[in-house]
């Protein structure tokens, strides 16, 4: 057997991916680059940029939802903003708790989009075929637009 053929036999097997974990572990007890800055810092440091990442993410989130709601007063949505910038994690949990699961707004919006998804679903692509007919007629589109959004309209 070839040492080609041995390599990819023993890459089915598990024992491969073990030693390549072997072998980053022994790594990480080494220092990195100097004796002050670990393999385990670099994890550290990874995990903190995860989190402030995280942290700033929900920030953003909580602020657009502030500022999209309608139930919400401009004083209530400046006291909100203050309670966040002011009590940062505090402000962001209280926040969560209190926010009502569906607001107005959400069932206005969840309304809509059913509506529109029920008009999407009604339109034939024969409704379509005599919409096209009578814009070609009424001159608004050429007979190479007509001829295309029909091909376009009949392939959908």
Known sequence: MTTMAQARRLIG????PLLATLTV???ACSSVG?????F???VWSMIAFFFWFMFIWIFIGLFSDIFRRNDLSGLAKAGWLLVLVVLPFL???IYIVMRPKVTAQDVELMTRMEAGQKAAASVSV??????LQELKAAGAIS????EALKQKAMSS
């Open 25 to 27: 572990l022994l790594a």
């Open 91 to 93: 402000g962001s949990l």
């Open 126 to 131: 024969a409704d379509q075929l005599v919409k």
């Open 40 to 42: 385990w810092d670099a």
């Open 143 to 146: 007979e190479a637009e007509f």
């Open 13 to 16: 097997r598990p024992v491969l």
């Open 34 to 38: 100097s004796a002050n800055f670990t």
